[in-house]
């Protein structure tokens, strides 16, 4: 992964690419963007259930770019509580495009970060570069995620049956009542946190996907 730094709107954004966007003679076709977890809780683009997501990609052929949010590590500004952050994945977006210039987008996130990942995806709802969402353990109970209903971008969701931050029964039924196209992995004997499941969850990923 090469480190880099990124003008946003609070300052600097703190990101780590993989060696494929740097290295490529000519733009990948498709990049993936991962959001971390909450920054008030310890989360950053280190943390082991991101790491994984990236490992998800690396086995797609998919290069990746982490970021950390404002306030978190080298990236400048404060917590913001959700609002910012999605201004700081929209201005990744946005320097991919004008300096990747990748044909296709994926976003993926986990816990807060699915949160922002989804408020992201709403922004570009009518971009055809949008392929597709991952959210993992989606906080549906604390976070307005009602807006994604609309979206017509396939979608998938992963959940932990003995999560003890974000209620599966509340995540079923946000997705049973979605309107919109998503495909839920539900995870059983699997926590918060993915303890001992991150292998399995990795694969769960690769089974459930197509390109």
């Known amino acids: 992964m090469h480190p880099i730094l990124i003008d946003g709107p609070s300052g600097s954004i703190e990101c780590l690419l993989s060696e494929a966007i740097e290295q490529s003679a000519k733009p990948p076709k498709r990049v993936a963007v991962i959001c971390h977890p909450h920054p008030m809780f310890g989360g950053n683009m280190h943390n082991k259930v991101v790491h994984t997501l990236a490992r998800f990609y690396r086995d ?15 990236s400048e500004g404060s917590y913001d509580e959700g609002v910012g952050e999605v201004d700081d ?11 990747v210039q990748p044909t296709e987008i994926e976003l993926a996130g986990f816990s807060f970060g699915s949160y922002i990942a989804a408020a992201g995806a709403m922004r570009l709802q009518n971009d055809p ?15 307005d995620f009602q807006n994604y209903a609309n979206h017509n971008c396939p979608t998938i969701v992963v959940q932990g049956m003995e999560d003890e931050v974000v209620p599966a029964d509340k995540v079923i039924a946000w997705v049973t009542n979605n309107e919109s196209a998503i ?3 539900q995870m059983d ?11 399995t969850l990795k694969q769960r990923l690769l089974d459930a996907t197509t390109l």
């Open 89 to 99: 994945l929209t201005t990744i977006i946005d320097w991919l495009m004008l300096n």
């Open 183 to 185: 495909h839920l992995i």
């Open 189 to 199: 004997n699997t926590s918060h946190f993915f303890h001992g499941q991150l292998v």
């Open 129 to 143: 570069r949008l392929k597709r969402v991952i959210l993992v353990a989606p906080p549906v109970h604390h976070f």
């Open 60 to 74: 797609l052929s998919i290069p990746v770019i982490r970021f950390n949010f404002r306030g978190v590590g080298a």
